[in-house]
């Protein structure tokens, strides 16, 4: 556990501890107000985000700033964003479940300094990792899980809204119920 988010991320930034440290271009560390109480975790790094080493950039990343803002949150403002494994998987395959495993430590260590009264899980695999292994994401975005003291919400992943536009209803909805817990349990994000 490193107790500074700079030593955090300087670490993180030289890790080799899976195979994708061998095509990276950049770690994406992840970003956003370190004082935030609600924390995104998404899948991992896709082409743009590798480019840049930042999360969430790419045409998914753009939709999500866009619901985001739709209700009030801001990476530059009051939400941090971050993925389960910090480098890009080629081709943008799903990470592997040891390479999940190796990464989430940094992951683990971004919590423990953020302390996060709400986390969201954007898509199925961040989902299966940090609610439950057995997750169903159709049936149970948007909704609460209380888990370790902080409640959990997993929601559909922007880049399927971009495949099958029909679904974005459904995460608008997810927003909303955020938006509402968020009025719930936060002090400081509104
Ligand atoms: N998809 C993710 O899950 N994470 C990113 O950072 C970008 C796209
Ligand atoms: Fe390290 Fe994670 Fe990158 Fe693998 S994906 S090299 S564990 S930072």
Redesign the pocket.
Known sequence: MYESWETLKNE?TK????D??KERTN?VFGEGNPKSEVMFIGEGPGEQEDLQGKPFVGRSGKLLDKMLGEIGLSRNKNIYIGNI???RPPKNRDPLPE?QE??IN?LRNQVLLLKPKIIVAVGRIAAMKIIDPNIKITKQHGTFYLKKKTWMMPTIHPAAILRNPNQKPLVEQDFINLKEKIKEICTNTY
């Open positions: 993180c890790c080799t501890k899976c994708l440290c770690v494994v910090k480098c390479e190796l990464c940094w």
